[in-house]
Nanobody, 123 residues
Framework: VQLQASGGGLVQAGGSLRLSCAAS????????MGWFRQAPGKEREFVGA????????YYTDSVKGRFTISRDSAKNTVYLQMNNVKPEDTAVYYC?????????????????WGQGTLVTVSS
């Protein structure tokens, strides 16, 4: 699976942004898709993930109620809708694919990674 993330940019606090991750390859439909982020000087952290069929979604506590993950199997694309963003959401955001049937929060379980897209939230 090859992943291409896009949609990052500069947004004011309280605003919204939608990230996209386009996947190529035959394993997209059988992969858990996750979003991670990494701020300068910090470790990569889990943001959220969606199951293969889109029925299960899991988020880290800091984004619950603000971020929403969805996937479009027809387009082989996963999205991260970010609402009411905060300065602490500033980071490079990565999408990743995990071919196992379980949603994992640790990046070490994910097999494929996109190149990252920078989100900067101004206060």
């Amino acid at each position: 699976v090859q992943l291409q993330a896009s949609g990052g940019g500069l947004v004011q606090a309280g605003g919204s942004l939608r990230l996209s991750c386009a996947a190529s390859g035959r394993t997209f439909s059988s992969s858990v898709m996750g979003w991670f982020r990494q701020a300068p000087g910090k470790e990569r952290e889990f943001v959220g993930a969606v199951s293969q069929d889109g029925s299960q979604k899991y988020y880290t506590d800091s984004v619950k109620g603000r971020f929403t993950i969805s996937r479009d199997s027809a387009k082989n694309t996963v999205y991260l809708q970010m609402n009411n963003v905060k300065p602490e959401d500033t980071a490079v955001y990565y999408c990743a694919a995990d071919v196992s049937p379980v949603i994992h929060t640790s990046p070490r379980h994910y097999d494929y990674w996109g190149q990252g897209t920078l989100v900067t939230v101004s206060s």
